[in-house]
């Protein structure tokens, strides 16, 4: 018995040719503008890759800068705004803002397809020293590497401690304290990050150089007029100590004059 198939579309099976171009033409078109989308694709690919790098100013952003405007850090770059990115040098930038004294860190990344991020770090003041130019005396900024960073000015928002004793023959930014001094400063910084209040105590801080070397510290602290004398272990503990020990001579200072404590032993001994 053989089986016989009905066409339901009528209109196909009159014109079955038809249909079958229309389908062709259909796939044609499809083709068509499938390449046609590649073809914009690779165009764009091709001008963010090459044209835009080349030809359009870069983007020159900068984070991190407090008290420093990012106009003086263009200038400090050697940036006019004008530069195309495919010719900015990261490592030149760098290596120009890194020679800034004010900054301690800096860091550039070149985003694509034509920003470049400036991240910056500033020396933050941890002391103050006074140098002597021309017969007056200045103030002098001190960071916690012992780099001096400002010359003539002193920040208004904060009270420093000062340390006295050093010594510059021609002071100028950029300059650094003795190698052993070093350490001082480092425990400054530790203090004002852990207890700036204990360290708020501190009025200044004497380097008394040592004969055979080294250097002990004298300290003068805001509460009483009292010198004290110790090693240079400025802990936080060594001066919660100290502090307490004037706070315990203060009330004999109606009856005695002490004016010196020398913690540098095992004992504390007053004169």
Sequence with gaps: ??????????????????????????????????????????????????????????????????????????????????????????????ERLASVPLLAQVEVLKKFPDTMHVHVVERVAIALGFVHVQGRAMPVQIDKTGTVFSVGTAPLDTVLPVVSGLEFRNPRVGLRVHDQLVPLFVQLDNLSKRNPLLLGEISEISIEQKRHGGYDLALYLVRAPIRVRMDKNLSEEKLRYVILLVDALREWQTQRRIKELDVRGGTAVYR
Excluded at 29 to 53: A, D, G, Q, R, T
């Design 1 to 94: 018995m053989k089986k016989q198939f009905l066409c339901r579309n009528t209109e196909a099976c009159k014109y079955p040719l038809v249909g079958y171009m229309s389908m062709r033409v259909r796939v044609a078109v499809l083709k068509v503008v499938i390449v046609i989308l590649l073809l914009v694709l690779c165009v764009e690919f091709v001008f963010y890759l090459f044209v835009v790098p080349a030809t359009s100013f870069a983007k020159v952003e900068f984070s991190g800068n407090v008290t420093i405007s990012p106009e003086y850090l263009m200038k400090a770059a050697g940036l006019t705004g004008k530069e195309k990115w495919m010719s900015l040098d990261g490592f030149t930038i760098s």
